[in-house]
């Protein structure tokens, strides 16, 4: 007998990913198994509200890392949904676009410790409740807390501690410090095909 049919279960994970990391994987990787998603969905930003004064890399670069990083898990993907829609990337735009290509999917929105803290402050935030289950994932710096997030719409997941930011990468790379094993292997390679992140960092990018 055929198991019982169950809607399809999305994960979505938005972020710069200047450059995508292994945080972000561990931290999908463990929302897919404890919820047991389809698939999980990377969204690169087209230009992220909270960043507005920082210099961030072309999205086609941050989009290609996003592809070469996933492509050997076959459930993670990745969508231009953020990027193609340009202007200022809302997390709300984008589960209403993932919804509209996987109808009847539930939708699970993965979050940092850091982002999470925010998510009140974000626009149509009620909405947002509404259209995803949100799941925050411990980030070390970060404590993990709710949030004021309707208590039926959240869910806190301790998963393997990975002190990785982007920022800490591209301080590195500008300072000619490896960035191995902090990053996947091909995406070590495409930041020096392309020359990423040679330049110093400016001062106000130091910190996020
Ligand atoms: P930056 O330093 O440029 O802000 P970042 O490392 O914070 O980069 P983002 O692209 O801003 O990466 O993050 C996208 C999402 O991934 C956010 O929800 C963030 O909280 C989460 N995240 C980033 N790094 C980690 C990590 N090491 N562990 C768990 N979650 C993480
Ligand atoms: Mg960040």
Known sequence: MSAPARPLRIGIMGGTFDPIHHGHLVAAS???SVF???EV???PTWAQPFKKDHRVSPA???????VVATASNPRFTVSRVDIDRGGTTYTIDTLHDIGAEYPGAELYFITGADALAQILTWKDSDEIFDLAHLVGV???GHALTESGVPRDRVSLLEVTAMAISSTECRRRVSQGVPVWYLVPDGVVQY???????RMPLRP?????
Do not use: C
């Not at 930041?191 to 992140?197: N, P, S, T």
């Not at 106000?204 to 996020?208: G, I, L, R």
């Open 41 to 43: 969905i990377f969204v």
């Open 204 to 208: 106000s990018s130091a910190t996020s």
């Open 60 to 66: 086609e670069h941050r989009y290609l890392m996003t």
């Open 30 to 32: 463990e929302v897919q």
């Open 191 to 197: 930041i020096r095909k392309y020359g990423l992140y």
């Open 138 to 140: 411990t980030r070390p």
């Open 36 to 38: 047991e998603l389809d």
